[in-house]
């Protein structure tokens, strides 16, 4: 379970600092979701924050595991991108969407393990 917790715990820092840089450093994520034409509406322009909170919820629930509240907005949260994901995947990019998926299903388990054991 430890090991779990360091996973997600690390991973969730990564993502965090890369999209720091991406956000900063580069274009931002607007040169990914543009396609063609088709004009800016506010689910593509919320995206970017969306994600940044729910990686920081997902980091904050595995540093507290004892906060009940926190971990289910964050299953919650996972729960919506998890579907966005598999819907987007099956439009578009399913390679990309495996990472994705792994991750969030990653701390699925650990919500599963850590709710079972009744923390």
Do not use: N, Q
Not at 5 to 13: A, K, L, N, T, Y
Not at 35 to 55: C, F, H, N, Q, W
């Amino acid at each position: 379970m430890l090991l779990l917790r360091w996973m997600i715990g690390i991973g969730c820092v990564l993502a965090l600092a890369l999209f720091a840089l991406i956000m900063t450093v580069g274009k931002g994520l607007a040169s990914v979701y543009r396609s063609g034409t088709g004009t800016e509406d506010i689910v593509r322009k919320a995206l970017p924050l969306g994600i940044a909170a729910l990686l920081c919820l997902m980091l904050a629930s595995v540093i507290s595991p004892h906060a009940r509240w926190l971990a289910h907005v964050t299953a919650a949260g996972v729960s919506l991108a998890l579907a966005g994901v598999l819907w987007s995947a099956a439009r578009t990019h399913p390679g990309e969407a495996l990472i994705y998926t792994g991750f969030l299903a990653l701390w699925g388990l650990w919500y599963a393990l850590t709710w079972r054991g009744g923390l």
